[in-house]
């Protein structure tokens, strides 16, 4: 357990919770405890869906630029691989993922928002990537993801002005999922992750894996993954159920074992 993040498992659901005052300035400590919390909530079987949150009042306003403004090109050429890594450490956990986005989510806020496979805003929040006001760019992920999920074109808008985007803009381009309440935000990410926590773990994993590693070649490429997962599949415990179940009493109503 970090002193800025930490793992909260209730109820088969897993909070990665943010908690560095009074902004959650994403410091190298932070990236560090965000990758080993990942880490855990993935090996964590009792964990079968995860929200990251940054609080009731931000989810992350950025990198703490403090600790970087006088860190060279030398410097940080040796710290941008882990820097980028810690986020994507988030991306590559093996189950559904979800952002509660309050506040602001700026900067590595929003490229870690990225990582999840849902983020659900309140409507007051505000997200963007600010680094070109900076004279940089994204170092986390954000070209890319950002890139992935709303297209190039809206990307290049937000990435070359900085502007920040308010949540009904965001729910518009397709950057976030839901928009309600700011005080309903935790409580919307969790009725989402609720719906997996009883469901076929491994055939979750490896549909995330189809789509986030189709993604990064040709179609031909994703087909091949796809088909390897599939078959993959028919040596679990919870194809069996699912089909058996499908057989003797119809569609959805089997009952999951994760394995």
């Not at 559904?96 to 602001?104: C, D, H, I, L, Q």
């Not at 870690?112 to 929040?125: E, I, P, Q, W």
């Not at 170092?139 to 070359?160: C, E, F």
């Amino acid at each position: 357990m970090g002193e800025f993040v930490r793992l909260e498992v209730d109820g088969g659901v897993g909070t990665i919770r943010l908690d560095r005052p009074p902004m959650n300035a994403l410091n190298r400590q932070v990236q560090e405890e965000i990758r080993a919390v990942a880490f855990e909530a993935g090996q964590n079987d009792d964990v079968r869906a995860v929200i990251v949150y940054g609080g009731e009042k931000v989810f992350a306003a950025g990198a703490d630029i403090k600790e970087m403004a006088d860190m060279s090109y030398v410097d940080m050429a040796k710290r941008a691989g882990r820097l980028s890594s810690s986020f994507t450490s988030v991306a590559r956990i093996a189950k559904p993922t979800v952002a509660a986005v309050t506040g602001y989510a700026l900067g590595g806020g929003l490229e870690l928002a990225l990582c999840c496979d849902r983020r659900v805003l309140g409507d007051n929040a505000k997200v963007g990537q600010p680094e070109i006001l900076l004279g940089v760019i994204p170092g986390a992920g954000g070209t890319q993801r950002l890139a992935r999920l709303v297209g190039p074109s809206k990307a290049k808008d937000l990435l070359y002005t900085g502007r920040f985007v308010a949540a009904a803009e965001a729910l518009a381009i397709g950057l976030a999922d839901e928009v309600v309440a700011p005080d309903e935000v935790y409580a919307a990410a969790r009725r989402w992750a609720e719906q997996f926590v009883n469901g076929p773990a491994r055939a979750l994993a490896a549909a995330k894996t189809a789509v986030d590693s189709g993604l990064d070649g040709d179609l031909d490429s994703g087909l091949r993954l796809e088909s390897e997962l599939f078959a993959a599949l028919f040596a679990t415990e919870d194809r069996t159920a699912g089909m058996r179940s499908f057989i003797e009493n119809g569609p959805g109503k089997a009952t999951f074992s994760g394995k």
